[in-house]
């Protein structure tokens, strides 16, 4: 028969390393959620208008307010830190 496998195909396993990688950034969206709920979105925006960065290639570039705040706390939540809800002071 064509098509037909004699096997089922493995599945591979997450490493313990990309589970607890995995797992600080849906805190992370959780985190954002909960910044939503609270109406602090705006806040982020204008420290994300403040705030440049230079990217891979030289460029400065403007990140949006999610990229801030997941910039800023998936480093904290992965080291088993609380998230920061309001954006940080200039």
Known sequence: MIGMRS???KTKRRSELQAHRRNAFIKCVEAWKVTISQGKTKLWAV???????KNKKGKIVTL????????????????GLDP??????D
């Open 84 to 89: 920061i809800y309001d954006p940080p002071d």
């Open 47 to 53: 420290y994300a208008g403040r705030h440049t960065v």
């Open 7 to 9: 096997q089922p195909r």
């Open 64 to 79: 949006l307010a999610w990229n801030w705040f997941l910039k800023i706390n998936i480093y904290r939540i992965y080291n």
